[in-house]
């Protein structure tokens, strides 16, 4: 058992790594197996396609570690342990890097398949719990029921990496994440306050009238 999964996530970093090198199109399944020591019987044992290994790469169950989350949960504050468990997301898209993140868009538009969605996350019941204590200690102010605020937060997490990956990684993809979830939850918390703009500068927004 520890050898098939170890032979399986060696096939994957090498596929990864060639993915990077040399583009997703160039790389070939004869490749792969040659990198990686393995002969095709054994790549199709875990995977049909080099299509399959992308995704694997992508799946929750490969972004989100145990050890992590346990790492991030010893934290005290609410706010910044569903901070740093959401940044994980854009972080693993950030190491896969903006080619092998549009691959994955594309692979989900082929396969007509979302592999993001609100109730597949891995760690939604954590992140509900966060959620709610961070609302009970006034880190979030919005008046959204949680369940609702939970799938807002997945979309504008999913738009931010799709904005990213179609800007050719234009901006910083953790920086904004962070930034966009803190104007979401509206955290009046002096950690993660938002600097406001200095007087007399244009914003682009009129005042609220009366």
């Known amino acids: 058992m520890t050898t098939r999964l170890s032979k399986k996530d060696e096939i994957l970093a090498c596929a ?3 993915f990077q090198k040399q583009g997703f199109d160039a790389v ?3 490749r792969i197996c040659e990198k990686a020591g393995v002969t095709k019987t054994t790549f199709y044992y875990y ?9 694997d ?3 929750l169950e490969n972004i989100y570690s145990g050890d992590e989350l346990l790492s991030i949960l010893a934290s005290g504050d609410y706010l910044d342990q569903l901070i740093r468990i959401n940044l994980i997301y854009t972080k693993h898209m950030t190491r896969g890097g903006v080619e092998l993140t549009r691959e994955l868009l594309r692979i989900n538009l082929k396969k007509k398949r979302i592999s993001f969605s609100p109730g597949k996350l891995y760690p939604r019941d954590t992140l509900l719990t966060l959620m709610w204590h ?3 200690k006034g880190q979030i102010q919005s008046p959204i029921p ?3 605020l939970y799938e807002s937060m997945i979309y504008l997490l999913d738009g931010i990496c799709f904005v990213w990956a179609m800007g050719n990684g ?3 993809i953790i920086e904004k994440s ?3 979830l803190l104007l979401f939850f509206q955290s009046g918390d002096a950690e993660y306050s938002i600097k406001k703009p200095p007087k007399g500068a244009k914003t682009g927004r009129k005042p609220p009238h009366g």
């Open 16 to 18: 990864v790594e060639l």
């Open 28 to 30: 070939t399944l004869d």
């Open 47 to 55: 995977y049909q396609t080099k299509e399959d290994v992308l995704l």
């Open 57 to 59: 790469y992508f799946s």
């Open 134 to 136: 961070a609302k009970e």
């Open 146 to 148: 949680l369940e609702a």
């Open 170 to 172: 234009e901006f910083d």
């Open 178 to 180: 962070k930034e966009q």
